[in-house]
Nanobody, 126 residues
Framework: QVQLVESGGGLVQAGGSLRLSCAVS????????VGWFRQAPGKEREPVAA????????YYADSMLGRFTISRDNAKHTVFLQMNSLKLDDTAVYYC???????????????????WGQGTQVTVSS
């Protein structure tokens, strides 16, 4: 089993920044990709970004390119999502996920991760 615990969500004004953290523990050798997904009220869950657990290759959804940055601290088994230039549409519950099959757009969109965190709320206000 792999456990994922998110933190760092909160309320921020449009144009501001937040950094989300995902602490990964358990059978981490069994995963190869860790990522972030989000779900806004009334909308389907969508992929945000992902990073290789043992490598530095990354994936970003088109709407996040240039604004969000995913990174990893191997020593702390933590994955970060730096979110800049936040928009009202970024308001959502953000979930950390692991056990994603690959970093391709198809996998991120169509192949559910094996493990999920509990989610952290991000609210962007005007």
């Amino acid at each position: 089993q792999v456990q994922l615990v998110e933190s760092g969500g909160g309320l921020v004004q449009a144009g501001g920044s937040l950094r989300l953290s995902c602490a990964v523990s358990g059978l981490t050798f069994s995963i190869n990709v860790v990522g972030w997904f989000r779900q806004a009220p009334g909308k389907e869950r969508e992929p945000v970004a992902a990073i290789g657990w043992g490598a530095s290759n990354t994936y970003y959804a088109d709407s996040m390119l240039g604004r969000f940055t995913i990174s990893r601290d191997n020593a702390k088994h933590t994955v970060f999502l730096q979110m800049n230039s936040l928009k009202l549409d970024d308001t959502a519950v953000y979930y950390c996920a692991a056990g994603i099959p690959s970093l391709t757009a198809q996998a991120m969109a169509n192949m559910p991760p094996k493990y999920w965190g509990q989610g952290t709320q991000v609210t962007v206000s005007s």
